[in-house]
């Protein structure tokens, strides 16, 4: 079955860390570029960090310096750090990678609440 499943959201406190987890299974998780979104409430879904294939990262300007893209090829695992959190970071995160511009697999979502 060809699916991402994440884990690791959870409530935490203004200025607080979360490691975000997204699993790959039945596709060749290390050809491709993963994604992490986040959507919050009435707000539309936005990209907040990519990696591709070989490492290189690119994140969205509003969690540069405080969000952390990383991927483990070979365990078909990806991750996101995120630290000094702001209540604005609340939202629904998403992994999400597409398959040679053909299909696009994303994960179930966790949600991640910020609290000040």
């Known amino acids: 079955q060809v699916e991402f499943v994440e884990s690791g959201g959870g409530l935490v406190q203004v200025g607080g860390s979360l490691r975000l987890s997204c699993k790959g299974s039945g596709f060749e998780f290390r050809k491709w570029t993963m994604n992490w979104y986040r959507q919050a409430p009435g707000k539309q879904r936005e990209l907040v960090a990519s990696i591709t294939a070989g490492g290189s990262t690119n994140y969205a300007e509003s969690v540069k310096g405080r969000f952390t893209i990383s991927r483990d090829n070979t365990a078909y695992w990806g991750y996101l750090q995120m630290n000094s959190l702001k209540v604005e970071d609340t939202a629904v995160y998403y992994c999400?990678?597409?398959?040679?511009?053909?299909?696009?697999?994303w994960g179930q979502g966790t949600q991640v609440t910020v609290s000040s």
């Open positions: 999400h990678t597409n398959i040679n511009n053909r299909r696009d697999i």
